[in-house]
């Protein structure tokens, strides 16, 4: 799994730099705005079913019983997604002309691909819940891929234009549904095993997933996904709204790609780390709970310390020269600091998978949202008047009182109890 997601990071990134390289400022900026407003729909809708099946297919799994209430996380996702395609449709020329140049084209891209990602994260829970770690990594491994081979074509010329690039991004989640009937396949014999028809030995939950419960989890960690992808891409969509420079919002994109492709790399660690919590939540093992969160926390920080000093002494070189094609003059110190954010960032995603665990989600979100509006605040206040640094700034800022408010909610722990249970 952890060989799919960095293979996905790295993919992404050269995605990227490569339409960068064939398409002009303009046009790979759109793309890039493009692709930035799509995953910001997609982790706030759809992320949560798939934090919600997880931590319920682990629950049950741990209390050595069959998964139960998956009708009602489908329900819920199917709910999302025609909550969004309404909501496309009535914004279709705001979202058409002011975020996509105009584009009929990429807007139905934008849509459709949204659409399809709904299939990709509900298969992705189902996966990591039954903690098929390996066919969840391919799954993301053939979606990166399979985007990849668009720029690819036009790179070679088999095809040409923003059109032919950016249609990668939808039919990506699409191809990566390919891992689907081996994992379905599996189940159904085990389903079918004797030992998948043993009667239950533990206890059952107090409450099973009901509509209702399931509802609250996602609207929570709805909030926190929100909140990530404000903190992630609230800089690249103010710049694009209020800049005067159509190829702003790209510079900013390829500085927080620092943060994008790690903040993929550690989904590895982050999609196990919630089912693992969970059951030791469910067993009430306290001193393993802690030692696994202590245990990510300081990998975190060795990691974020050694991409801070690479970047600070090559990142301008890299950004510049190597990755992409729009001439810019990087800020080595810039980059270093939102490296540190990204540690930052990162610790609060391993803080946030324990109140998950916990059954702190809305506690949780509250943190975010915080956080979240402190930075888009700050970047609508032209208190530093360089729009690049008031985002590297804001960011690491936003991120660290982040740290600060989940850490202070960890410390406060609380009994661990079933994910179907109340959610804060």
Partial sequence: MALGIASTGVLTFIYFS?????????????????????FVVISIIYRPIEQLLSRSIAEHRALER???????????QAAFALAFLAAALALEGVIRVHLLGGSQTLYLILVGGTLAYAASYFARGYLAGHERYALYGALVFIESFSRLCFALAVAAGLAQGTDAVALGIAAAPALSLLVLPPALARAEGAARSPKGAAAPRRQAPERALTLRSGARFAGAVSVIMASEQALLNGAIVTVAITSRSAALPGIVFNVFLIARAPLQLFQAIQTTLLPHLTRLAVRRSRRAFAGAVLLTVRL???????????????????LDHALFGQRFSYNRYGLALVAVGLGMHLIAGTLNQAA?????????????????????????APILPEELLRAEVGYTTAASALVLMLGLLYRRGGAPAPASASTS
Avoid: K
């Fill in 356 to 380: 998950l665990a916990r059954s702190q989600a809305r506690a949780a979100a509250s943190c975010w949202a915080v956080s979240a509006a402190l930075f888009i605040a700050w970047m609508l």
């Fill in 300 to 318: 975190i920080g060795s990691l974020s310390a050694l991409l801070a000093l690479l970047l600070a002494l090559l990142g301008p070189a890299l």
């Fill in 18 to 38: 490569l339409a960068s390289h064939v398409l002009g400022a303009g046009s790979a900026s759109r793309l890039d705005v493009l692709w930035s407003v799509m």
């Fill in 66 to 76: 069959r998964p139960e209430g998956l009708r009602h996380a489908l329900a819920i």
